[in-house]
């Protein structure tokens, strides 16, 4: 079985979660004008500036919202899968993550753009996602490989690293990751079960905490061995472009494999393609769908430009002696602890812990998402949530390179649709990218407009 599940992961993993998804974020990088570059700036303002922003009473805000995505992306993946894709491709994986982050800007900006103009007014709020911009056929079938999704990279492969970092830290008292586990079980039921509003609440108050205390961390230990960091990016860049043997030969067997192993496990951190993070944006009151899609390019280039080059740099650097293991956070949580000791591995498990748990209540609230579309009554919601509960301790004593590949199974089936669509609907797009530039752009001049009267009006009137 294990056998098989490698074989459909590699085929997945390949032509389809790396050459498709890159040709479809080239098509869309064009489609949009290079979105990505041209409105990158607009993208941070927009961001920054929906910090300060007052939060609505009534609904979802779109900084709620993009914290409970990048809860689904800030998992693991940035964690573990870094340090997975390095064992695997070599240093040079890293590199083609920055070039599926690109391309996946252009991708993610897109789907989210479309799921708000798709979506749709529900009882305790908006609801889409792809199941509502895609055909009615493609929606179901989106809904039912997402659902399954949420069970294999959204909870197992969360549970199993948390699982695993918890081991590590103690090995001699095995109750307590089991009793951590079953905690962490209990509470995502409870969470669950308050719908998507209370998930987009924990996650406004759990990951930003969580992201500066990583990158904190990350860059402590950059700066106690500068050189070392410099030698690691150094090596990032050799490996993504190293041609020492001819094509086929071993250098360039190695060469593929890195490109390959860097996009697929880009592609699992940033989610760009996959179709989940716009179920969270679509609950977002904002006013324009590419508004909304903004905050997509941004969380694309924070989860994988910043995040994993930081673990990468990290990793390597960290590792003088090569990384030998596929078990990322063994191997990450070890760069920590040569790096600044023992104790640091301990603080950085806790995260894992908690950057696992928030992965799983957002992937939680997806699959709920997709129960909703298909039909499903409050029961089986009720269902659903506990079933996903029991997952989260069930997942966690798996065989780790069998829970990867069953994700990279998983995420390949669900990306195929989205993709499909996402290209029928480029027009789309490109239709409200125009429509938001235009209005921004209206609305600039009349407030200069506004300005003007204003300024004259008080200097006649103090004369």
């Known amino acids: 079985m294990q056998e098989w599940i490698r074989k459909l992961a590699e085929l997945l993993g390949g032509p389809i979660m790396v050459w498709g998804a890159a040709a479809v974020g080239a098509f869309l990088t064009v489609k949009s004008g290079f979105v990505q570059i041209r409105y990158f700036k607009q993208s941070l303002c927009h961001v920054f500036g929906g910090l300060f922003k007052k939060k609505s009473e009534k609904g979802v805000s779109s900084f709620q919202a993009v914290t409970a995505a990048l809860a689904g992306t800030l998992g693991t993946g940035n964690i573990a899968g870094v340090a997975a894709a390095v064992f695997a491709g070599g240093p040079g994986a890293i590199f083609w993550m920055w070039i599926s982050a690109f391309l996946g800007m252009a991708?993610?900006?897109?789907?989210?753009?479309?799921?708000?103009?798709?979506?749709i007014r529900g009882k305790n709020g908006y609801i889409g996602g792809p199941m509502y911009y895609l055909s009615a056929k493609s929606g179901v079938l989106f809904s039912v490989l997402c659902l399954l999704a949420s069970f294999g990279a959204g909870n197992i492969v969360q549970s199993n690293t948390a699982f695993c970092a918890m081991r590590a830290l103690l090995p001699n008292h095995m109750l307590w990751p089991h009793l951590m586990m079953a905690v962490a079980a209990i509470a995502t039921i409870g969470i669950l079960s308050g719908g998507f509003g209370r998930v987009a609440r924990v996650t406004e108050k759990l990951l930003p905490g969580l992201a500066v205390f990583y990158i904190a961390g990350c860059m402590a230990v950059i700066l106690l061995d500068i050189p070392a960091a410099g030698r690691a990016l150094l090596s990032i860049f050799h490996g993504a472009f190293s041609f020492q043997s001819a094509a086929g030969g071993v250098g360039g067997y190695l060469f593929m494999r890195a490109i390959?192993?860097?996009?697929?496990?880009?592609i699992f951190t940033n989610e760009a393609g996959l179709g989940s993070a716009p179920i969270a944006h679509a609950a977002a009151n904002c006013r324009y769908p590419a508004e909304q899609g903004l905050w997509g390019i941004f969380e694309v280039f924070f989860d994988t430009i910043v995040m994993c080059t930081l673990t990468g740099i990290v990793v390597i650097s960290a590792n003088p002696g090569g990384i030998n293991s596929e078990d990322g956070v063994a191997v990450t949580m070890s760069a920590f602890s040569n790096a600044l000791g023992h104790w640091s591995a301990y603080l950085?498990?806790?995260?894992?812990?908690?950057?696992?748990?928030?992965?799983?209540?957002?992937?939680?609230?997806?699959?709920?998402?997709?129960?909703?579309?298909?039909?499903?009554?409050?029961?089986?919601?009720?269902?659903?949530?506990?079933?996903?509960?029991?997952?989260?301790?069930?997942?966690?004593?798996?065989?780790?390179?069998?829970?990867?590949?069953?994700?990279?199974?998983?995420?390949?089936?669900?990306?195929?649709?989205?993709?499909?669509?996402?290209v029928w609907l480029s027009s789309e797009m490109r239709e409200e990218t125009k429509r938001l530039f235009v209005k921004k752009s209206c609305e600039k001049r009349r407030k200069g407009t506004l300005c003007m009267k204003k300024s004259r009006f008080q200097r006649n009137t103090s004369l």
């Open 107 to 119: 991708t993610k900006y897109t789907e989210i753009t479309l799921a708000v103009r798709h979506r």
């Open 348 to 422: 950085l498990g806790f995260a894992v812990l908690l950057f696992a748990f928030a992965s799983i209540l957002a992937w939680g609230s997806y699959g709920a998402a997709c129960i909703t579309y298909l039909g499903g009554t409050k029961r089986a919601l009720r269902r659903y949530r506990i079933l996903y509960g029991m997952a989260v301790y069930a997942g966690a004593v798996l065989q780790v390179s069998m829970v990867w590949d069953l994700a990279d199974v998983l995420n390949g089936m669900m990306m195929l649709p989205n993709l499909c669509g996402l």
């Open 260 to 266: 390959r192993t860097g996009c697929a496990k880009g």
